[in-house]
């Protein structure tokens, strides 16, 4: 089966890459340097789903996700997580997180609005990180 | 280093067993069937941090709670999580969620207030976890 990426994230991020198994993806929320990575696996809705050889490889690169947003935006906290009860389709969320940020402590899903980038500083965003991740 | 489970964990969940990297935890609120995972590793506070080695065996242990936990609750969606903004040692949720629990589809944190379990549906479901992990 091919692999179609959910409209509902599709419309809310930027694309980033495409990793060894994972389309690695910028949300469009200013508050928070926020990542989604999208296993390219028709159908999976659960980590368990994937077969143990895309688990590993979704392991190595939501780790991956995470030490370099940290280490580009100087984060506090890397927060990783696999929801799925808004969007169905398999993604994980790679979120860098700072005690002064809108939200701290909690976590960001269901916390006011998105702020979308200025479309410069998006930009400059995305830059940063295709060359950074 | 030694292993010292934090505090507020401690006081919040009920031990189910001890996996080879993980100390597997019930958290008692009676709204969602919760577990924690702690890998046993001093210091450590993102999943990056763990070795590579370990990296892995967190990967199979979360799938392997996440699994046997949707098989026994018959839950809708797992809830794969590590936050650690209010607790800095690093742990996993995985957490079984219906489409009629209290406050689906938001995520658990933050929401309204853990409602202890009885002793005996404690005992009860503790039992059915150490048997069906």
Redesign the interface.
Known sequence: MEFDLDPDLTAASSFVADWPLSRVLLMNDARFPWLVLVPRRSGA????DLSEED??T???E??RA??RL?ALTQAW??????????VAQLHVHVIA?NQDDPV????V??RGYAVPYEPAALAKFLSRLVNGL
Chains 1, 2 share one sequence.
Do not use: V
Request: hydrophobic share 40%.
């Open positions: 809705r659960e980590i368990f688990r590993l979704l392991s190595r939501y780790c995470g030490e940290k906290k890397i927060n990783i997580a696999a929801l799925g009860n808004a997180r701290w402590p909690s976590p899903w269901s």
